[in-house]
């Protein structure tokens, strides 16, 4: 098994086709060809299936692998670099959405100051969507709703957030400034789907409540559960900075009370150190969140918490 065969399989993987791999590597289809059935050979398995060019179980694995390999690759190199004092090289970040709204302009503008040389691709996704792309190694880090029960995981708390319940105007509780978590019980309500960070928690505290949260539906995505809440199409259950203060339109927001806020952190995959470029974009990331996060309505950092 050799680095050659590893990305001959993931040129398939990534373009679909054994003609479309060899365009990308600059090679031939036959080159394609023989290192990827070298690798089968080498592994006893079909890892390509040829009348679809589709990765086969086995095939995603090694390609999985194969990734992480690569990404280790370049972790020596930028380390190598970062020894003469100067970080170069990419870092990968997912981000969610309603995170990346207030906090991605302030980071890319700080990375690009402080660290020239290094390429800060950015990835805006849900928590659901982001795990299995930073466990793969598609992403280096990522800022995702806490917590995580994944053992090859690991995290670190960012901030906090208010929880609101975001209505239309002509809703029983727009009049409100705040409401207790308890009154929602029976309500009609738009919510994250079950299993989620988010919803987890909330639906962890109406059972210590004694109340049903009633889902009239499940959204997997703040912003669009803020924006159905804009619509008319009901009252959403999310994290304050779903609705920037500076939007204006016809809804409110109304603090939850009896509730706690959302925790948002920043993940990374256990195995393995994070390379240089990985470690200047948490130090530059920690300081950007503790001079952004305090000018946000109802996000509190975590050195100010």
Not at 69 to 85: K, P, Y
Not at 145 to 159: A, G, Q, R, S
Not at 193 to 212: E, H, K, Q, W, Y
Request: net charge negative; aromatic share 4%.
């Amino acid at each position: 098994m050799d680095l050659r065969q590893l990305n001959a399989l993931l040129a398939v993987a990534d373009h679909g086709t054994f003609s479309a791999a060899a365009k990308a590597l600059h090679t031939v289809q036959s080159n394609v060809s023989n290192h990827v059935g070298r690798l089968e050979r080498e592994l006893g398995v079909t890892l390509v299936d040829r009348s679809s060019g589709q990765l086969t179980a086995e095939g995603e694995v090694v390609a999985a692998g194969a990734r992480r390999i690569n990404g280790e690759l370049d972790g020596v190199a930028a380390d190598v670099a970062a020894l003469r004092a100067e970080v170069s090289g990419s870092v990968r970040l997912g981000m969610i959405g309603t995170t990346a709204r207030w906090l991605a302009p302030a980071l890319m503008e700080e990375m690009a100051e402080r660290y020239p040389k290094v390429h800060l691709i950015v990835t805006d996704a849900t928590t659901t969507s982001l795990l299995p792309q930073l466990l793969a190694g598609n992403l280096d880090l990522a800022v995702v709703n806490l917590p995580i029960d994944d053992p090859e995981v690991t995290t670190e708390l960012l901030f906090t957030e208010d929880t609101i319940l975001l209505t239309p105007a002509d809703h029983p509780f727009a009049h409100r400034a705040e409401v207790d978590f308890t009154e929602l019980d029976g309500m009609p309500l738009l919510l994250e789907p079950a299993g989620t960070s988010f919803r987890r928690v909330l639906d962890a505290r109406a059972a210590d409540a004694g109340i049903t949260l009633v889902a009239k539906a499940e959204v997997d995505g703040m912003r669009l559960l803020a924006s159905l809440a804009f619509q008319r199409f009901g009252a959403s259950v999310v994290p304050s900075s779903a609705a920037p203060a500076w939007l204006e339109g016809d809804w409110r927001r109304i603090r939850l009370t009896g509730l706690e806020g959302r925790s948002v952190g920043l993940a990374r995959r256990r195995r393995g150190a994070p390379a240089a470029p990985s470690r200047a974009l948490r130090e530059v990331l920690s300081g950007v969140v503790a001079a952004e996060a305090p000018t946000q309505p109802g996000i509190t950092p975590v050195n100010a918490a």
